[in-house]
Every structure is written in structure tokens, then in C-alpha cells.
């Protein structure tokens, strides 16, 4: 099992950066493909960015890209999304999710709030 622990949200104005980090418990984290995802009031959960286990393969959601950037360190069991130029529809709770690659187990973080605004 694998425990994912986010951090770094928070209050931001239009225009501005944030880093958030997904820390992971448990020694077989470079088997896991990581997801970031985001959920605004009202809406659904939303897919913005996926890194294979080796961070040879990424993608972005079209609302995001050329502004966010997915990465990992295998070595400290983290993954990161460096999110510049951010504007108030990103505003959201952003989740990490991690999907076992041949157990297909899946496990999500609780959650940290990012919230743009002037």
C-alpha cells in the first residue's frame, strides 16, 4: 500500500507560480504512473498532467500546457507540478494519484487547495 501526501498549495495572484509535491510512502514508488488531478467547485475531477515510471512519457491537459510541468524523483518518492503563469480557473484542490503499473492498484492524496486570485 502507498500513501501520498501533498503540500505546497495555497493563495496566489494571476500571473504567479506555485510548486506542489506529492510525497510517497513505501519503497516501490517507481512502479507507480503518477497523475496530477484537480477538482474545482461545482465541477468534476479533471486529469492535468501524467508522468510514466521512469518520466519518459508526459502529458498534459490542453488547459495547462506550456504552463505546468509534471516531474519525479524517483529517488526521494515524489512527484511534482510546477504550475506558472497561473490564472483564477486554475484555482482548484489538486490531487496526486498513483496507479500501480501491472497491479493496477490505485491510490490519491488528500488534497491541497490552490487558489488564484487578485
Known amino acids: 500500500q502507498v500513501q501520498l501526501v501533498e503540500s505546497g498549495g495555497g493563495l496566489v495572484q494571476p500571473g504567479g507560480s506555485l510548486r506542489l509535491s506529492c510525497a510517497a510512502s513505501?519503497?516501490?514508488?517507481?512502479?507507480?504512473?503518477m497523475h496530477w488531478y484537480r477538482q474545482a467547485p461545482g465541477k468534476e475531477r479533471e486529469l492535468v498532467a501524467t508522468?510514466?515510471?521512469?518520466?519518459?512519457?508526459?502529458n498534459y491537459a490542453d488547459s495547462v500546457k506550456g504552463r505546468f510541468t509534471i516531474s519525479r524523483d524517483n529517488a526521494k518518492n515524489t512527484v511534482y507540478l510546477q504550475m506558472n503563469s497561473l490564472k483564477p480557473e486554475d484555482t482548484a484542490i489538486y490531487y496526486c494519484?498513483?496507479?500501480?503499473?501491472?497491479?493496477?492498484?490505485?491510490?490519491w492524496g488528500q488534497g491541497t487547495q490552490v487558489t488564484v486570485s487578485s
Open positions: 494519484n498513483g496507479v500501480h503499473t501491472s497491479l493496477r492498484s490505485s491510490y
Open positions: 513505501g519503497s516501490t514508488f517507481g512502479r507507480y504512473v
Open positions: 508522468i510514466t515510471t521512469d518520466g519518459d512519457s508526459i
